[in-house]
């Protein structure tokens, strides 16, 4: 599928009501993507949609995607609403901001969980509706994942999370489906929020747009076509 050219994709989103994931979100829309959206709270996420416009193109679901049954109940609904599931964005993410030294395990406990286990069960659940269609999986990762912070559990989550997409992809090689790692560098989103700081720290920072463009932008590949990793950092970040 080249959903370039079919106004009529359906694309599902986690963690999209904010960052990387709205970007993501709108410029899905823009391109004619039918959309769904999850999070954990459906409050926000209807004051999401409603802001976007998008009407019965964009279709709010509140779900736990480290849950099985939650997250499985969200792409039948996407697919009940919209007749079909084409593509996944594994987006939802956060980090605990510490390292093995000072964290807290319960902390890097639950940031295991979205990061690694949250991907993995939005694979199961989505797998049989992405086949059917010959879809694209999309995990957001980072370039923590790909080159260490000393100590860092959120280097290890994402790490963890490079290789779950290599091992997706082999997996599904035959099927049709096809799987993209974007590892972006720094980016200016709420991810920061949680820092001890509360700022983005210095240096140079890329927009949720920029990432969100190369998401689409692996959507977009011809059929036949699959773009394995996708890594953006901001000119001038080293590491």
């Known amino acids: 599928m080249n959903s370039e050219h079919d106004s009529g994709a359906v694309t599902l989103v986690t963690g999209g009501a904010s960052g990387i994931g709205a970007a993501t979100v709108g410029r899905l829309l823009d391109a004619g993507h039918r959309v769904a ?39 039948q609904a996407t697919v009940k609403t919209f007749g079909r599931l084409d593509h996944v964005v594994a987006n939802a993410g956060f980090s605990t901001h510490d390292n093995l030294a000072d964290g807290d395990p319960e902390h890097w406990r639950e940031m295991l969980l979205v990061n690694v286990l949250g991907p993995a069960v939005l694979v199961k659940a989505a797998l049989p509706a992405l086949t059917e269609s010959g879809g694209r999986i999309v995990m957001v990762g980072s370039t923590a994942g790909i080159k260490n912070t000393p100590g860092n559990m959120y280097s290890v989550s994402k790490s963890a999370l490079t290789s779950l ?14 799987v993209t790692l974007i590892a972006p560098g720094r980016v200016d989103t709420p991810f920061w929020s949680s820092h001890p700081t509360g700022v983005v720290p210095g240096g140079p920072a890329l927009t949720p747009d920029h990432v969100a463009e190369a998401i689409v932008w692996s959507l977009a590949q011809p059929s036949g076509v699959e773009v394995n990793q996708v890594v ?7 590491h």
Do not use: H, W
């Open 37 to 75: 959206v999850t999070g954990r709270d459906q409050g926000r996420l209807d004051a999401f949609a409603a802001e976007r416009g998008a009407g019965e193109r964009l279709l709010a679901v509140a779900a736990d995607t480290t849950d099985l049954a939650s997250i499985g109940d969200a792409v």
């Open 165 to 178: 997409a290599e091992n997706t992809r082999v997996l599904v090689t035959g099927s049709g489906v096809a």
């Open 232 to 238: 953006v950092r901001p000119t001038g970040q080293v």
